[in-house]
């Protein structure tokens, strides 16, 4: 839904875009079209990033080095847990008006986002798959598989939240759609993640 929300957004502004163009000969571009900081702000906030994979977790009570003690200990006390869950994560800008802006001057248009981040994060628990192995005295427990399993959302969590790959992803998402957007003026576009240095997306066009 959010995506065909999106497009009709994109779709809309073109119009507008031609239309303004056309009532000005093609000379003149109205300042409320390259400023129109709502058409931006829901773009950039509705080109979010959305990932899709498996978290996985083992934990054991055992070396498995093949010693004779270790040997020993598998078929006595051994302990091992392994829980997989699909997640789906979501990347991408969370805007206010202290964090947003639009500037335009003469031909140049710099957009002022925060920098991309994780935006939620859920575990598939209804497909998760476990696995677990207990030696002759070790009785069963679902605390400790309620513990692996919030350990295994903490850990993974960090990991996606820190993922340079998934930001880095979800920022060229988002100067794709802005890019698109600014595609029908003759304008540079640039584009300033938080404290990024600012990205040129449009060059300006040479006569």
Same mark, same amino acid.
Request: proline residues 3%; glycine residues 4%.
């Given at each position: 839904?959010?995506?065909?929300?999106?497009?009709?957004?994109?779709?809309?502004?073109?119009?507008?875009?031609?239309?303004?163009?056309?009532?000005?000969?093609?000379?003149?571009?109205?300042?409320?079209?390259?400023?129109?900081?709502?058409?931006? /702000?829901?773009?950039?906030?509705?080109?979010?990033?959305?990932?899709?994979?498996?978290?996985?977790?083992? /934990?054991?009570?055992v070396?498995?080095?093949?010693?004779?003690?270790?040997?020993?200990?598998?078929?006595?006390?051994?302990?091992?847990?392994?829980v997989?869950?699909?997640?789906?994560?979501?990347?991408?800008?969370?805007?206010?008006?202290?964090?947003? $802006?639009?500037?335009?001057?003469?031909?140049?248009?710099? *957009?002022?986002?925060?920098?991309?981040?994780?935006?939620?994060?859920?575990?598939?628990?209804?497909?998760? $798959?476990?696995?677990?192995?207990?030696?002759?005295?070790i009785?069963?427990?679902?605390?400790?598989?309620?513990? *692996?399993?919030?350990?295994?959302?903490?850990?993974?969590? $960090?990991?996606?939240?820190?993922n *340079?790959?998934?930001?880095?992803?979800?920022?060229d998402?988002?100067?794709?759609?802005?890019?698109?957007?600014?595609?029908?003026?003759?304008?540079?576009?640039?584009?300033?993640?938080?404290?990024?240095?600012?990205?040129?997306?449009?060059?300006?066009?040479?006569?």
């Amino acid at each position: 839904m959010k995506k065909i929300l999106l497009w009709l957004i994109i779709i809309l502004a073109f119009v507008g875009i031609f239309f303004i163009g056309k009532q000005f000969g093609g000379k003149t571009v109205s300042q409320q079209v390259l400023s129109n900081s709502y058409i931006v /702000r829901e773009i950039a906030e509705l080109a979010s990033l959305e990932v899709q994979g498996n978290a996985s977790i083992k /934990r054991s009570n055992v070396e498995g080095d093949g010693s004779w003690s270790d040997n020993m200990k598998k078929a006595f006390m051994e302990n091992t847990i392994w829980v997989n869950v699909p997640y789906t994560a979501k990347y991408g800008v969370n805007i206010d008006e202290k964090n947003f $802006e639009v500037d335009v001057s003469q031909k140049k248009v710099i *957009v002022h986002l925060p920098a991309p981040k994780l935006l939620s994060y859920e575990l598939r628990i209804d497909r998760m $798959e476990t696995s677990n192995r207990k030696g002759l005295f070790i009785t069963s427990n679902d605390d400790t598989y309620t513990d *692996v399993q919030k350990k295994l959302y903490q850990t993974s969590r $960090e990991q996606m939240e820190q993922n *340079v790959t998934y930001l880095q992803q979800s920022k060229d998402k988002i100067k794709n759609v802005i890019a698109r957007y600014y595609t029908p003026l003759d304008y540079e576009v640039q584009v300033k993640f938080g404290s990024d240095p600012a990205v040129t997306i449009l060059p300006l066009k040479k006569d």
